[in-house]
């Protein structure tokens, strides 16, 4: 059959607009120590409710309701104040489908976690970026100043990706009381490397929206797993915009065990946050300037050798990640932090790697 001489449909023009946003996947195989994920493995109690989904439960659409209810006793919250979504990933998506149009403003610190301006790329909001201060310092006074009427949402990532750099209670709190009139959003995706919570301030401040994932600590990056704390009105319209099924029955179904098994994830945590300090350590030994991290990463700089130092890495096994092209960023790549064991092969490899681009730190 002879093609029909049909041209597509265009798409809106700021769709036009927008870049692709490719993650470097593609070949994964090493030690994956380029997208922050947990790089052993999940709970083994995980495992077992996998081995157990029957295949009659697969021909249901997924009820996350009863799931979200055992979550909010978890976190301390109503169930009202909690909705579980595909990822936070597709929590930014609804946040800025619900609340950003024409003539809104999107503040956000930079650099920071990509998604927040692709996904309010695809809305008529203006983005308005601010730089971080010297070091990557949280840019309190400057987010601030630049708070207008037509600010709607403020994406903070707290640990901040790429940096590793955290933001105090009280810098949250002084941001969020001046901007009554927008949603702030806390990325706490690493909030196990850290501590550090606001997600008290659920019920208490009705412009706050805190992001938990399930892909870092938990180790369930491919279920796709995100959880939003929220005041009960913002969660109304949330719902309003959420696809009812967009968290799949098997993660419902393996998330009361992955959030039971406490001791798993303290134990993974516990032995990051030893690798996180010898690998700092390492750094220093090796004369590469980083940036004390939070974080399960560190970002450390290379200077202009940076693509060619991830080649070398990648052809050596160890996958890292270039960030050089971030704002504020050059020359930086970025370190997922792995188990003790993971890290010190990945130090041998980067000495290694520096003397074999005969790096000396003084390439700027
Ligand atoms: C700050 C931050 N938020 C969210 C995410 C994505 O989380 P999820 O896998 O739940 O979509 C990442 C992933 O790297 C991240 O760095």
Known sequence: MPDLKIRGPQPRELIRRMKE?????????????????????????????????????????????????????????????????????????????????????????????????????????????????????????????????????????????????????????????????????IDEAYFHFYGGTILDLVGRAPNVIVARTFSKAYGLAGLRLGLLGADDEAMRWLRRVISPYSVNSVALACLPAALDDRHYVENYVKEILTARAEFAAALEGMGVPFWPSEANFILVDIGMRHAEFCRAMRNRGVLVRDRSADPGCDGCVRITIGTPEQMHRAAAMMVEVLREIEWTGEEG
């Open 21 to 185: 946003y490719h993650p470097p996947l593609g070949d994964r195989s090493g030690l994956r120590l380029d997208f922050n994920e947990n790089t052993v493995a999940c709970s083994p109690r995980v495992v077992e409710v996998l081995a157990e989904i029957s295949r009659s439960e697969l021909t249901m659409y997924p009820e996350r309701e009863r799931v979200e209810e055992l979550a909010a006793g978890h976190f301390n919250l109503k169930p009202s104040q909690v909705l579980l979504t595909n990822g936070v990933d597709e929590a930014i998506h609804v946040i800025c489908q619900t609340y950003l149009g024409a003539g809104d403003e999107v503040l956000l610190p930079v650099p920071t976690y990509s998604m927040y301006a692709v996904y309010a790329s695809a809305t008529e909001a203006k983005l308005v970026e601010v730089p971080a201060g010297a070091d990557f310092r949280f840019p309190l006074e400057a987010l601030r100043e630049a708070i207008t009427p037509a600010t709607k949402l403020i994406a903070i990532a707290n640990p901040n990706s790429p940096t590793g750099q955290v933001v105090s209670r009280g810098a949250l709190l002084k941001l969020i009381e001046s901007a009554p009139h927008a949603i702030v959003l």
